[in-house]
């Protein structure tokens, strides 16, 4: 089924706001979930034993994410974001429950951070492929900014009831919130309307096999030429910004004394700015240009973050966040559109896959890497290493020319 041409624009369309309320009624519960987890693992062992119980979802989230992708695409994204949310809410609430009634220690925290990052692996793949059959390309980017503004509502809205709801009933009721939470979303999925997929959409083949679906996926984006040299891109800015932005920023406020509410401050700067990205892409819809605005804001952000350790107080250091966190906004919701709009339909579960694992799986080891090399040298030259590598990712940009070249459609 083609677009109509009266179709009203994403931001206008009762369609497209069904799933972003959806959405992030999700990531709000999510953000509970993880707050009341890292609550309940500190209570329930040591310090230690609650950051193993924080990192386990990590493990079946990287291995089983590409498997995630051909599900996507085999079952369709939005039964599987609807599968993939009933079970999420099912774990939490079990854990809500076992918590009010006894007192069962980390085995059932650890279980259901292994479900969870089980269950992630499936979800974000799904959760990438289905704006692509929910409203037209040319709206894509605008869905991008929209997916941005309920992250960042999401990231701000969900520790201050998370905490809540511990200081109200302890873990147990921040678990049921989060599980009621995640509940919202399903009623609201199952009336988002899906497009048949365009004639060009590639699905995956019935009587192929799983391991045929993913070989597939990954000779079709090795063989795009704008897909391959974009993924190389959003894994190099990643690599560089993640170890900088998580542990090496929270070392850094330790080295130059500005504490844990200077650091909420320079963090809060870089929220502001992120969100002022997706913003912007949400209002227009389209920027021009779109290959070489996401090089040069890859650039201009990596220069930022080498910058960052050297600013003389908070107040600058608020001001550089800023400015990362709307380059960096503004570049990963254009690397994201153009995913969106340069993959067939049929194949970005896949797509997503892969590009959720190189942001999800590898991008994350760079954060023991940085605390170990702020150790040797410190966080200067730590921090100019991470900038050139994230502008690496706007140099690749920048020389493959296809992916300069590109554009958002109309």
Request: glycine letters at 14%.
């Amino acid at each position: 089924m083609s677009a109509a041409v009266s179709d009203p624009p994403a931001h206008r369309d009762g369609n497209v706001l069904r799933w972003l309320a959806a959405y992030t009624s999700s990531m709000v519960g999510d953000s509970v979930y993880y707050l009341a987890l890292s609550w309940a693992a500190v209570r329930a062992g040591s310090p230690a034993q609650a950051g193993v119980v924080m990192a386990v979802s990590a493990v079946p989230r990287a291995l089983l994410m590409l498997g995630g992708g051909v599900v996507a695409d085999r079952l369709g994204p939005r039964r599987v974001v609807i599968g993939s949310d009933a079970v999420r809410c099912a774990a939490v609430l079990a854990v809500a429950a076992l918590l009010f009634l006894t007192r069962p220690g980390l085995w059932p925290l650890v279980l259901s951070a292994l479900v969870f990052g089980a269950v992630d692996a499936v979800f974000l793949p799904a959760v990438g492929a289905l704006p692509a059959r929910m409203t037209d390309r040319s709206q894509l980017a605008r869905v991008q900014g929209m997916r941005g503004l309920g992250i960042r509502f999401a990231s701000v809205v969900g520790g201050p009831l998370g905490g809540l709801g511990v200081a109200l009933g302890g873990a147990a009721a921040a678990f049921a919130l989060a599980g009621l939470l995640i509940a919202v979303s399903l009623p609201l999925l199952v009336s988002v309307r899906l497009r048949d997929l365009p004639s060009d959409g590639a699905s995956t083949a019935r009587s192929a096999t799983a391991w045929q679906d993913l070989s597939a996926g990954l000779r079709y984006i090795r063989r795009h030429r704008v897909l391959a040299p974009l993924m190389l891109a959003i894994a190099l800015g990643d690599l560089g910004f993640v170890g900088p932005l998580n542990v090496g920023l929270t070392l850094l406020a330790d080295e130059r004394g500005w504490g844990a509410s200077g650091m909420g401050w320079v963090l809060a700067g870089f929220g502001t700015g992120a969100g002022a990205a997706a913003l912007l892409l949400t209002v227009r819809g389209r920027l021009a240009h779109a290959g070489r605005v996401a090089a040069y804001a890859i650039l201009a952000g990596s220069v930022a973050i080498g910058a960052l350790a050297f600013v003389p107080g908070v107040v600058a250091a608020v001001g550089v966040a800023l400015f990362i966190g709307l380059l960096a906004g503004l570049s990963g919701a254009l690397c994201g559109a153009l995913l969106q709009t340069q993959a067939d339909p049929g194949r970005l579960g896949r797509v997503t896959a892969v590009s959720g694992l190189v942001s999800l799986g590898i991008a994350p080891l760079s954060m023991p890497l940085s605390a170990a090399a702020i150790g040797i040298w410190g966080t200067g030259p730590v921090f100019v290493v991470s900038a050139v590598v994230c502008g690496l990712g706007g140099v690749v940009v920048l020389c493959v020319r296809p992916l300069r070249q590109a554009e958002l459609p109309r």
